[in-house]
T-cell receptor, first 113, second 109 residues
Framework: SAVISQKPSRDICQRGTSLTIQCQVD?????MFWYRQQPGQSLTLIAT?????????ESGFVIDKFPISRPNLTFSTLTVSNMSPEDSSIYLC??????????FGDGTRLSIL | RKEVEQDPGPFNVPEGATVAFNCTYS??????FFWYRQDCRKEPKLLMS???SGNEDGRFTAQLNRASQYISLLIRDSKLSDSATYLC??????????FGTGTRLQVFP
């Protein structure tokens, strides 16, 4: 399966600031996804990152808060904007095709003070 | 009703025990089913896909009952290293996966 690298692996940020998380894949993939996993919870899909077009957001997530870029088939970024303590979470990117299983990066652990 | 429901556990079992996890899903259009394993502070990793005929991988057996919209995972001869959270995952009928909240397993010596 693809090797997926996320950066940073963790960060502690001040409220009101923004952080961009990078996801790099070692091969070209069609589908890339961004998830959030809050403490003690399961994974919630934020959006599907589409190459060459705007990301597709799930209910409860908006582009102004979580802008996503997907400039090519191996790279995507997720920005968490104007952060508040409620954004403290693990953010994960994944790749997968159609109804195949997805494979995850090792996540970005984010804490907001 | 949640789209994917699991018993959160924890299941505390001794080494060598057999343990079974169950999962139900609500979308009858779902076509793909998976079990993932997530260790504490790690990303989820695919354990196995689940096929209609049932499938086995070593000590792990997965079963799917489409009529009842029910998935199971059986772990035989539990090892200490099996301690983790097991996530039931269902394809939503599109390209999206829906994750259950996970069942925590703790195997003790």
């Amino acid at each position: 399966s693809a090797v997926i690298s996320q950066k940073p692996s963790r960060d502690i940020c001040q409220r009101g600031t923004s952080l961009t998380i990078q996801c790099q894949v070692d091969s070209q993939v069609t589908m890339m996804f961004w998830y959030r996993q809050q403490p003690g919870q399961s994974l919630t899909l934020i959006a599907t990152a589409n190459q060459g077009s705007e990301a597709t957001y799930e209910s409860g997530f908006v582009i102004d808060k979580f802008p996503i870029s997907r400039p090519n088939l191996t790279f995507s970024t997720l920005t968490v904007s104007n952060m508040s303590p409620e954004d403290s979470s693990i953010y994960l990117c994944s790749v997968g095709e159609s109804d195949q299983p997805q494979h995850f990066g090792d996540g970005t652990r984010l804490s907001i003070l | 009703r949640k789209e994917v429901e699991q018993d959160p556990g924890p299941f505390n079992v001794p080494e060598g025990a057999t343990v079974a996890f169950n999962c139900t899903y609500s979308n009858s259009a779902s076509q793909s089913f998976f079990w993932y394993r997530q260790d504490c502070r790690k990303e989820p990793k695919l354990l196995m896909s689940v096929y209609s005929s049932g499938n086995e991988d070593g000590r792990f057996t997965a079963q799917l009952n489409r009529a009842s919209q029910y998935i199971s995972l059986l772990i035989r001869d539990s090892k200490l290293s099996d301690s983790a959270t097991y996530l039931c995952v269902v394809n939503s009928g599109t390209d999206k996966l829906i994750f259950g909240t996970g069942t925590r397993l703790q195997v003790f010596p």
